[in-house]
């Protein structure tokens, strides 16, 4: 009996991910969760370096800041709720020193102007298609910090708009790295802040420009970029309320490992999976909790870990436990 239906999955063949590769996610908070996962099993990877960014003009902005090596000075922060604040990151980076929050910004567009050129892969996961323009400055904005509502305008930005935004993004990418896969997906933690129709209506139109732009054959600037369907996955494979937190609209843990999985069967090579799985046994064992921590069982226990952390670090000697 068949009791789902299940998306297509293809194995990517061309630059799958391995433990050489080295990866730049950004974008919504569903970043972090695939992000915990490369973390726990030691890919090299950097999560969104300004904070959790739901649109497509806020990561556009980020990368331009970043290629160009944009100097953030005292015009770019305010001051508001006894924090400094910059309408281009995440409140995450906000700070109650206005040289703090400057440094930090400045210190993180090196390192991602160097994250992108060195990255094998970026991963760019798409949550909205809703803005917000300041009234005063006609800007569209990252994070409204709370600032209230009246002082912004909300607009939900058309599939050409997002498509010539994603343009931007993969072609800033490719100006200093030509090497990198790119692979865009859309996050299945549904906005209904927005209203259940119009998070329908911002989902659609991402997933239409993201297409619109991987389709255009004739570019040269799309080539290797791809899409991977997380959304689909959620709203097709996992179509059930308890694949969800309480909240009834964040994917539950297990529906992130579902979907993390699906992500291994498409882009992690099979010599990595191997890894992953010793990488695994170590960090359980690195996790377990004895009854007593003098025996001498526990000491072999511990004894047979290292043992099999030195063999690993032998033959991938970045990683550190």
């Known amino acids: 009996m068949k009791l789902q239906t299940k998306i297509?999955?293809?194995?990517?063949?061309?630059?799958?991910?391995?433990?050489k590769s080295n990866?730049?996610?950004?974008?919504?908070?569903f970043v972090e969760n695939i992000g915990n996962k490369l973390?726990?099993?030691k890919f090299q990877n950097t999560q969104n370096p300004f904070g959790i960014l739901f649109h497509p003009k806020a990561i556009e902005n980020l990368i331009t800041h970043a290629i160009n090596e944009k100097v953030y000075s005292e015009e770019a922060v305010f001051f508001h709720n006894e924090q400094w604040h910059c309408y281009s990151t995440h409140?995450?980076?906000s700070n109650a020193s206005k040289e703090r929050l400057l440094d930090d910004l400045n210190r993180n567009i090196k390192s991602t102007n160097q994250q992108i050129q060195?990255?094998?892969?970026?991963?760019?996961?798409l949550g909205t298609a809703w803005v917000y323009r300041s009234v005063n400055t006609k800007e569209i904005v990252a994070n409204c910090h709370k600032i209230p509502q009246k002082q912004f305008t909300?607009?939900?930005?058309?599939?050409d708009e997002i498509s010539k935004s994603i343009a931007s993004i993969v072609s800033s990418i490719r100006s200093v790295n030509s090497k990198a896969s790119i692979i865009f997906t859309v996050s299945p933690i549904r906005h209904i802040k927005d209203g259940f129709i119009e998070n329908t209506w911002s989902k659609a139109h991402l997933i239409s420009a993201i297409h619109q732009f991987i389709n255009q054959k004739s570019s040269i600037v799309n080539r290797q970029s791809f899409y991977f369907p997380s959304y689909e996955i959620m709203m097709d494979e996992l179509r059930d309320y308890r694949f969800y937190k309480d909240d009834m609209v964040h994917p539950s843990e297990t529906a992130i490992i579902y979907i993390w999985e699906k992500f291994l069967k498409v882009w992690i090579s099979n010599e990595a999976l191997n890894v992953m799985e010793e990488i695994d046994t170590i960090q359980k064992g690195l996790q377990h909790k004895p009854f007593n921590p003098e025996s001498e069982a526990h000491q072999r226990f511990l004894q047979n870990l290292?043992?099999?952390?030195n063999k690993l670090q032998s033959q991938i000697p970045r990683l550190l436990f």
Do not use: M, R, W
């Not at 990866?23 to 908070?29: D, P, T």
């Not at 060195?118 to 996961?125: D, F, N």
């Not at 290292?306 to 952390?309: D, L, P, R, S």
């Open 8 to 19: 297509p999955l293809e194995k990517q063949s061309k630059n799958p991910i391995d433990y």
């Open 23 to 29: 990866l730049l996610l950004i974008g919504s908070c």
């Open 39 to 41: 973390d726990y099993f």
């Open 91 to 93: 409140s995450k980076l």
């Open 118 to 125: 060195e990255s094998t892969h970026v991963v760019i996961t």
């Open 154 to 159: 909300k607009e939900l930005l058309s599939v």
């Open 306 to 309: 290292e043992a099999k952390i």
